[in-house]
């Protein structure tokens, strides 16, 4: 069996949570480190719980609050050399480094990494396995590669970025160079684009279809549902939408 859960997913801190069987790893921390004691807490864990945390970049909503949460309770943290060079602030006695190219087993998760256009140093998402079950994750992207399609396809359940619509994007506060920023092709992923990489690959074996990383001033639910039940053909109620805020409780891979 395994299960995930979010602590909290969008551009004022992301924290995901996997676990199979006495194995538990946090996909990135961006939140303080009281606020992810207390959210860990809500999901029935103690930080010490954790087998360690795994970075997808150094953005600061995906390890801003890595260093005091890895130091304070001895955590591993995984990433790659780039992130690692582009992170002054991390924790050197905690870190392992890993190639976005190769899968490594962490407890009895299977991790396979990718990499990802995004405008960071080296980003990569991930692929959890138990052997039998694939659960993807896709936080930060620009754009679709053949290369992603082929690690998301026919996942038993996956978290997918849909980031901002982009009418409200072009019509929305932020300046220019921020608006081509979040819609350039190492920004952030579009429903539209979201959408489109759902439509390219194998969704057959979708249990979970989980919508992160959305903008709060570019984007809403609603409008991200809309744009992931086309593509799946599904009701718009199956899929979950993880909350900047209220993250998103438990969820179980069968
Ligand atoms: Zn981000
Ligand atoms: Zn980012």
Redesign the pocket.
């Known amino acids: 069996m395994m299960r995930f859960a979010y602590l909290g997913s969008?551009?004022k801190g992301?924290a995901a949570l996997v676990q199979c069987g006495r194995t538990t790893v946090m996909v990135?921390c961006?939140l303080p480190l009281a606020e992810a004691e207390l959210r860990l807490q809500r999901l029935g864990l103690a930080p010490d719980q954790l087998d360690g945390i795994v970075v997808?970049?150094e953005?600061s909503?995906?390890v801003g609050g890595i260093a005091r949460l890895a130091q304070r309770h001895r955590l591993p943290v995984w990433l790659t050399p780039g992130s690692l060079k582009g992170w002054p602030e991390a924790p050197a006695e905690c870190i392992r480094l890993i190639s976005p190219h190769e899968p490594f087993e962490l407890g009895e998760l299977r991790v396979e990494p990718f990499p990802v256009p995004?405008d960071a140093r080296e980003p990569c998402q991930y692929v959890f396995g138990d052997g039998r079950l694939r659960l993807g994750v896709l936080?930060?992207a620009g754009s679709v590669t053949a290369h992603m399609r082929k690690l998301l396809s026919a996942c038993d359940a996956l978290l997918v970025?849909f980031n901002h619509d982009p009418v409200m994007l072009a019509k929305g506060p932020y300046p220019g160079q921020l608006k081509r920023r979040v819609g350039g092709d190492r920004g952030?992923l579009s429903n539209a684009q979201a959408a489109g990489l759902l439509r390219g690959i194998d969704c057959t074996r979708l249990q979970h279809l989980v919508l992160i990383?959305l903008s709060e001033v570019n984007n809403t639910p609603e409008h991200a549902r809309a744009a992931a039940a086309a593509a799946l053909n599904c009701s718009e109620s199956w899929i979950a939408c993880a909350h900047q805020r209220d993250g998103l409780d438990w969820r179980e891979l069968r």
């Open positions: 969008g551009s992301n990135d961006g997808t970049h953005h909503d995906h995004h936080s930060d970025e952030h990383h």
